[in-house]
C-alpha cells in the first residue's frame, strides 16, 4: 500500500511538473528565434510556439488546417506591387500582380512567386481541391482548383489570416 501511495504522489508531482514548464511560450523569445532562420531554411516550432505568435484564428486555419470565413475583404485588390508573404514565417509565396477577384471571398492567385514556395497535399477533389500549405514552415494556407484564369487555369484560394502583404517589387 505505501509503494502505491509512492507512486502515486510521484506520478502527481510529475504531472504538474510537467504541466508547468513548456505549456506556454515567450512570444518575443519565439518571434528572435524565427527571424534568426534564414528565409531558405524549414521552420519547425512547437505547437506552444506557434500558439504564441499567431492569434486564435491563425492558430486554427493554419496550425489546425481550419478555414476561415469568406468576406468581401477577400476579393479586394487594394495591392498593386508587392508580395503576401506567409503570416506565420514570412516565406514569399505571391505576387500582387497575380492576385485576382474570383468572386469566393478569399483572396485569390493564379500562381505563386514561385513552384517550390508552397506545397500541394493529398489528391483533388473538384469541391475541396488540393491542399496548399507553406513550403517553409508547413502552415496550412488555403486549396487550389483548376478553374482560374490564363494563364495557369489554376485559382490558389487563399485564407487571409494566413497572408500578410508587404510594400515592394
Not at 486555419?61 to 477577400?74: C, L, Q
Not at 468572386?103 to 493564379?110: D, V
Not at 490564363?150 to 500578410?164: E, H, I
Amino acid at each position: 500500500m505505501k509503494y502505491l501511495l509512492a507512486l502515486l504522489l510521484l506520478a502527481v508531482s510529475l504531472a504538474a511538473c510537467s504541466r508547468s514548464s513548456g505549456s506556454k511560450a515567450d512570444p518575443a523569445q519565439t518571434r528572435a528565434k524565427l527571424a534568426a532562420i534564414p528565409l531558405d531554411q524549414k521552420v519547425e516550432l512547437s505547437a506552444a510556439e506557434w500558439r504564441a505568435i499567431l492569434s486564435p484564428a491563425q492558430f486554427y486555419v493554419m496550425r489546425r488546417a481550419g478555414t476561415e470565413r469568406p468576406s468581401k475583404s477577400g476579393n479586394a485588390i487594394e495591392h498593386h506591387t508587392g508580395v503576401y508573404v506567409c503570416a506565420a514565417c514570412a516565406n514569399p509565396l505571391y505576387r500582387a500582380l497575380t492576385k485576382f477577384d474570383s468572386s469566393t471571398g478569399w483572396p485569390s492567385f493564379w500562381q505563386p512567386i514561385k513552384p517550390e514556395a508552397v506545397r500541394a497535399a493529398g489528391g483533388f477533389s473538384s469541391i475541396f481541391g488540393t491542399e496548399i500549405s507553406c513550403a517553409r514552415c508547413g502552415s496550412h494556407l488555403g486549396h487550389v482548383f483548376n478553374d482560374g484564369p490564363a494563364p495557369s487555369g489554376l485559382r490558389y484560394c487563399m485564407n487571409a489570416v494566413a497572408l500578410r502583404f508587404q510594400d515592394g517589387p
